[in-house]
């Protein structure tokens, strides 16, 4: 039985997300791994989120989590140039040191991994024949059991990812037969998903003129967020799978950062 009372390092818990999702695999820009605490700690109780957010390290805190594993890193894009209190990343930062949490994340190593994200996106959406899109590794294509109505697919795909809305460019007419993800913010990969032919496009953070398709292409924004909470239940199933006594809770903080009204 599962308690609190079983230990393991954090770098071994580190060690089994990586023989999923390799650290070698992440794009340049990323910094996937340890950004906060000691690896070499024994840890008791990991708390997994979407998003290291300072609500995420309170509730880890409160719930007596000495590990936060994320897909998002803590620490990427902006370098830390300072710490100070006041500032929101500065303070999450300095709640994890002061309570001894170790933070580690999988961010575009667990998108681009065979059975990772992009994989799970296909899966949910009942694709089948699905391959790698594009060389960067990051998408997939595949085809429908059967064709769909651009409307019907839409519905499909706020099921799929539990999303109460989203947003699309103008519907294609006909039936959708073969459909393009990727995880996250994955415009870049509009250009790749037409030349497959591909007839949709579904991914999160499609910015005002990428909405302006070429005729029988669509995309479907679903959101960031929504594209990528799969992730959470992916990196529990890898660390119970390799120490099922380990203790996993998964975050209940952990929110979309955007509102809808």
Same mark, same amino acid.
């Given at each position: 039985?599962?308690?609190?009372?079983?230990?393991?390092?954090?770098?071994?818990?580190?060690?089994?997300?990586?023989?999923?999702?390799?650290?070698?695999?992440?794009?340049?820009?990323?910094?996937?791994?340890?950004?906060?605490?000691?690896?070499?700690?024994?840890?008791?109780?990991?708390?997994?989120?979407?998003?290291?957010?300072?609500?995420?390290?309170?509730?880890?805190?409160?719930?007596?989590?000495?590990?936060?594993?994320?897909?998002?890193?803590?620490?990427?894009?902006?370098?830390?140039?300072?710490?100070?209190?006041?500032?929101?990343?500065?303070?999450?930062?300095?709640?994890?040191?002061?309570?001894?949490?170790?933070?580690?994340?999988?961010?575009?190593?667990?998108?681009? !991994?065979? +059975?990772? =994200?992009?994989? &799970?996106?296909?899966?949910?959406?009942?694709?089948?024949? $699905?391959?790698?899109?594009? /060389? #960067?590794?990051?998408?997939?294509?595949?085809?429908?059991?059967?064709?769909?109505?651009?409307?019907?697919?839409?519905?499909?795909?706020?099921?799929?990812?539990?999303?109460?809305?989203?947003?699309?460019?103008?519907?294609?007419?006909?039936?959708?037969?073969?459909?393009?993800?990727?995880?996250?913010?994955?415009?870049?990969?509009?250009?790749?998903?037409?030349?497959?032919?591909?007839?949709?496009?579904?991914?999160?953070?499609?910015?005002?003129?990428?909405?302006?398709?070429?005729?029988?292409?669509?995309?479907?924004?679903?959101?960031?967020?929504?594209?990528?909470?799969? !992730?959470? +239940?992916? =990196?529990?199933? &890898?660390?119970?799978?390799?120490?099922?006594?380990?203790? $996993?809770?998964?975050?209940? /903080? #952990?929110?979309?950062?955007?509102?809808?009204?």
């Amino acid at each position: 039985m599962k308690t609190r009372q079983y230990k393991v390092k954090a770098s071994e818990i580190a060690e089994a997300i990586e023989e999923f999702a390799h650290l070698g695999l992440q794009a340049e820009w990323d910094n996937s791994g340890f950004t906060v605490g000691n690896p070499s700690a024994e840890v008791h109780c990991a708390l997994i989120a979407l998003n290291c957010s300072l609500e995420v390290v309170r509730e880890a805190v409160e719930k007596g989590c000495d590990m936060i594993v994320t897909h998002h890193p803590l620490i990427v894009h902006k370098p830390c140039l300072s710490i100070l209190e006041g500032d929101v990343r500065s303070d999450t930062i300095m709640l994890a040191i002061r309570s001894g949490i170790t933070v580690y994340s999988s961010h575009t190593p667990l998108d681009k !991994a065979q +059975g990772g =994200l992009n994989d &799970i996106m296909a899966s949910r959406l009942g694709l089948s024949d $699905v391959s790698v899109l594009g /060389a #960067d590794g990051f998408s997939r294509i595949g085809k429908l059991g059967r064709g769909v109505s651009a409307t019907a697919f839409v519905e499909k795909v706020k099921k799929a990812f539990g999303a109460s809305n989203v947003r699309t460019s103008a519907l294609v007419p006909g039936k959708i037969s073969t459909v393009a993800v990727s995880s996250g913010g994955g415009q870049g990969a509009i250009a790749d998903a037409v030349e497959a032919g591909a007839q949709v496009l579904v991914t999160g953070d499609v910015t005002h003129h990428n909405f302006y398709c070429p005729d029988g292409f669509m995309v479907v924004d679903v959101g960031h967020h929504y594209s990528e909470l799969p !992730a959470i +239940g992916l =990196l529990e199933h &890898i660390i119970k799978k390799k120490f099922p006594k380990f203790a $996993v809770l998964l975050s209940e /903080a #952990d929110k979309s950062p955007i509102f809808y009204f």
